[in-house]
């Protein structure tokens, strides 16, 4: 893991030293505000390096994802959800200042970014009001929801994969000797009904 100089480190700890005088639950939610704001400010601080250049003479390292995994030593997945929001950062200001201020957890931002090519940059953005209403208040299951939901409305492809699903559903019955083949493509609640139904009837007819 990267050392930070102690002075910084000494700060941190004065911090933590002054928050564990406050009631047990109130330090808590002062600590998670705090981690919020570092969090924020390594973010945009990453990406700044990254578009300047700094990056590379500091440490060799062109972009967020490669700082992250050589010198910070994150996770492929914990790596990816960084350079996630320090890159699209720029494109919410609203975001980024509740992110700055701790009013916007970490994991409701990365939420946002890994639905941006589901929904489109433009359509989040056209939204941001709400989103930032969303994740100051819930948590990343609710935020992705309502992602989701922005995909579905906005996708412009849904309405043509829902008019070729409409054109596979058919039936058709063949006879084969006494008895009757059935192929067909239905919706899955009316396939699962008319199994139900046929299998039953079969049994009925059984001797």
Avoid at 98 to 113: E, K, M
Avoid at 186 to 197: C, I
Wanted: aromatic share 2%; with cysteine.
């Amino acid at each position: 893991m990267s050392r930070a100089p102690s002075g910084v480190v000494e700060q941190a700890q004065r911090l933590v030293a002054g928050a564990r005088m406050l009631p047990v639950d109130d330090a808590a939610k002062a600590w998670e505000q705090a981690v919020t704001v570092l969090q924020a400010a390594q973010a945009q601080l990453l990406v700044e390096g990254e578009r300047s250049g700094e990056l590379v003479a500091a440490s060799g390292c062109r972009t967020v994802r490669s700082f992250a995994m050589s010198i910070l030593r994150r996770s492929p997945g914990d790596t990816a959800g960084l350079a996630g929001v320090a890159v699209h950062l720029v494109a919410f200001p609203k975001l980024a200042a509740a992110y700055a201020a701790g009013r916007v957890h970490t994991p409701n931002l990365r939420t946002i970014v890994r639905q941006v090519p589901a929904c489109g940059l433009g359509v989040l953005r056209d939204h941001e009001d709400a989103l930032v209403d969303l994740a100051t208040r819930a948590g990343p299951a609710e935020v992705g929801a309502f992602c989701q939901a922005l995909a579905e409305v906005h996708r412009p492809d849904g309405a043509e994969a829902k008019i070729h699903a409409a054109g596979l559903r058919s039936v058709r019955i063949t006879a084969v000797g006494d008895l009757a083949r059935l192929d067909a493509m239905l919706d899955s609640a009316l396939a699962a009904g008319l199994k139900a139904t046929l299998t039953a009837t079969a049994r009925a007819g059984l001797p």
